[in-house]
């Protein structure tokens, strides 16, 4: 820990080495697919090296030390799943409750999102828009859209994560 504290590159390469199989593991365990699993671990590195100095080399162990920072990015994870997937909704919900007349900037907002939201989801591909289409706009559940479209859930959910990258580069420029 004293070598980790100290910004020694080899010490780092070491822990990576021994906790990267764990830990994929326990994201694995947490229902992540294979790609999602290595992007945390590495947001897991990234931030005990970001932390390194508040180690106390005396004090506690490094598991403890690594199981913290994975709990807490794992939950930052499912956050902004659940941000990104209300933010939809409530634009679905405010845009079907537009009425033409007068509007309110936030149902204007909101419009605008939607035309945006379904503008960018039609560069998708076919199977990107299929799976947006059944998760987010009609709220159909991980399993049963996986069922109809008669593809395995790991498979929807790498699809979904393209969709929604691809979705986030063009809408956040």
Known sequence: MSRLHDGNEDAYTELFRRYRDPLLR????????????????????????????????????????????????????AVSQRMAKSIIFVATEVLEKIQIGNFTASEVAARELMDDIRREAGKLSRMQQRVFTLLYLRGISEEKAAKRLRISLENLRRTERLALRKLKKHLIR
């Open 26 to 77: 326990y994201f694995f365990g947490h229902g992540c697919s294979r790609p999602d699993a290595e992007d945390l671990i590495q947001e897991v590195f990234v931030c005990l090296f970001k932390v390194r100095r508040k180690l106390n080399p005396g004090k506690g162990n490094i598991q403890s030390f690594l199981l913290g920072i994975t709990k807490k990015v794992l939950l930052k994870k």
